[in-house]
């Protein structure tokens, strides 16, 4: 058996999740099906972890097991020749006998777009949350770093806790504008491991801060679990992108660890609080400072 990774990118709208579920059109029973066809065998294809329903990934990484004397990049190109548009391959290639998507999987990055402009375009109504309201951003802006740092994450989360707990750490969270898209103002948050709908509650805790419906002084309250009742409302999953999926050392190459090392993440002082930055000043295109 030789065993393959999949980088994927898919357009969540059409699918429900990553996960099979009996009846329902879901990306893991697609591809499932895709391989089936290309190498007539049945696949456990095990991702990275499971996206919601509307949720979108930029890249996602998923790893299986496979009898087939293809080699991989013409397993890629078979699978995509067979997948459904919104579902693409983007890399396929060899990984070592004992590799797994989700076991081995260090971290991720994800990135939520509300869309400020007066009118969505129909063609941004599937990959956008439309927010036209007035905003204090840089109350947000500022609000968003305190979520840095290793915290209790049960109140923005949904579900019952899972075995491992509710503690989460993050090592960046960061809202801003696009120099290219000014009009998108996303929330990106990277981390070692998030709760179910937890990036979508920390993103709905934020807007409730621009609506002045919250205090950032609230927050500490909150990410010791000692808030009351559900942190926030939960955005609608159709703004949400899986962007990065970290592996080996790439998480913290990208985001050097703070706490108890010393060594302060990008967006972040020594406390775990991001410094005030005011929209346009100092953030490149890519919204990290």
Known sequence: MTNFLLRLSYDGTLFHGWQIQPGLR????????????????RAVIHGSGRTDAGVHALEQVASLELATRLEAAALGRALNAVLPPELRVLEARLASPGFHARRDARGKLYGYRILRSRICPPFLRHYSYHFPYPLEENAMAEAAGHFCGEHEFRQFASGPPPPSGTRRT?????LSRRVAAPDELWF??????????????????????????????????WLEGRGA??????????????????????LNSAYPLSVGIGLAPPGCDRRGLAPPARFGETQGESGKP
């Open 26 to 41: 879901t990306l893991q029973g697609t591809l499932t099906e895709a391989v089936e066809r290309v190498c007539g065998e």
């Open 170 to 174: 993050l090592f960046y969270s960061a």
């Open 188 to 221: 990106e948050l990277a981390g070692s491991g998030f709760l179910h709908h937890m990036v979508r509650r920390i993103g709905g805790f934020l807007l409730e801060i621009g609506l002045g419906l919250r205090r950032a002084s609230d927050l500490p309250a």
């Open 229 to 250: 009742g559900a942190a926030s409302r939960t955005l609608p999953a159709r703004g949400l992108f899986l962007m990065r999926v970290f592996y080996g050392d790439e």
